[in-house]
């Protein structure tokens, strides 16, 4: 039986995995530095952070941030630009179906990207968003 912590994350990227299509999803991997034409989501599990309690019975109340990073790679900075705002909008779109990743969380709600630009010694610069996510959920104890 995995834990309901698991079962967001899980429940997180199986949306983006069926939501994405055409675009690699991974989870927890290290930053190639190289990035598919297509771009690539990464998913970080995040901090589950300290939960609310509520007593009888006790139950753990979790808001849970999770992180997506979403890179491209283009030679052309106005290209890395387009790009990463059509793979920001997929996004919007692909999360905004589905608010409970089908019933994995109580409720999904994602925050504004944060973004950056890594040069790349001898290739073109990629180009990230990191935008978080914060699965909201309930558990009967924090190893649960």
């Known amino acids: 039986m995995t834990s309901k912590r698991e079962q967001a994350l899980a429940g997180l990227f199986l949306c ?10 991974l989870r927890n991997e290290p930053l ?5 034409a297509s771009g690539l989501f990464i998913l970080r599990d995040g901090d589950a952070g300290e939960p609310e309690i509520t007593l009888s019975p006790t139950r753990y109340h979790y808001a849970h941030v999770a992180e997506i990073e979403v890179l491209v790679q ?24 589905d608010a409970t990743l089908s019933g994995a969380v109580d409720y999904m709600s994602i925050g504004s990207p944060e973004f950056l630009t890594e ?6 610069a990629i180009k990230a968003a ?3 996510i914060t699965l909201e959920y309930t558990t009967l104890n924090p190893l649960q």
């Open 74 to 97: 283009k030679p052309n900075p106005d290209a890395r630009d387009a790009a990463l705002d059509a793979l920001l909008v997929a996004l919007g779109d692909t999360l905004g179906a």
């Open 119 to 124: 040069n790349v010694d001898g290739a073109p």
């Open 32 to 36: 190639p530095t190289k990035i598919p």
């Open 16 to 25: 983006l995995q069926n939501g994405m299509s055409g675009v690699a999803v």
């Open 130 to 132: 990191v935008v978080p």
